[in-house]
């Protein structure tokens, strides 16, 4: 058998304000959520996001210790360049980090980065129109 991805965790040292910045990006995480240790969605093809609080995660890794960061990073995709101005703007404007604001990147894409409430990198990016 070959393994596939089946999910990607994040520990949250605030479970409310992290869950609070997902659900401004659209994921469908439900009401109280907020009050569980451990939250998972399934996306649209079937990958779970999930996010763990540090006593979860410090029991299944004792030692575990937060990386701000981490290196990974997640990335949302808009239809329109004008949807990636208007997500980040409205992410900065309800009080999350901006890391870069929106700027038509070279590889042909309208991007911006923000910065979860625990590090994490998030992607905002749409197509830029191709004129013909």
């Known amino acids: 058998m070959t393994p596939r991805l089946d999910m990607i965790g994040i520990v ?3 479970m409310a304000r992290t869950l609070d ?15 569980e240790p451990h939250v998972e969605v399934t996306l ?7 996010w763990d ?7 299944v890794d004792p030692n575990w210790s937060p990386v701000r960061g981490g290196g990974a990073a997640l990335a949302f995709r808009y239809d329109t360049p ?4 208007g997500g980040y703007a409205e992410m900065t404007g309800a009080g999350f980090t901006g890391h870069r604001e929106p700027w038509d990147a ?16 998030v992607d905002l990016f749409a197509p830029l129109p191709t004129i013909a």
């Open 21 to 35: 910045f997902y659900r401004r990006l659209g994921l469908e995480i439900p009401p109280g959520a907020e009050d």
């Open 82 to 85: 004008a949807e990636v101005d």
């Open 12 to 14: 949250a040292t605030d």
């Open 44 to 50: 649209p093809h079937g990958l779970r996001l999930a």
């Open 106 to 121: 070279p590889w042909g894409q309208r991007y911006a980065v923000l910065h979860d409430p625990d590090g994490t990198t």
């Open 53 to 59: 609080t540090v006593e979860v995660a410090r029991s």
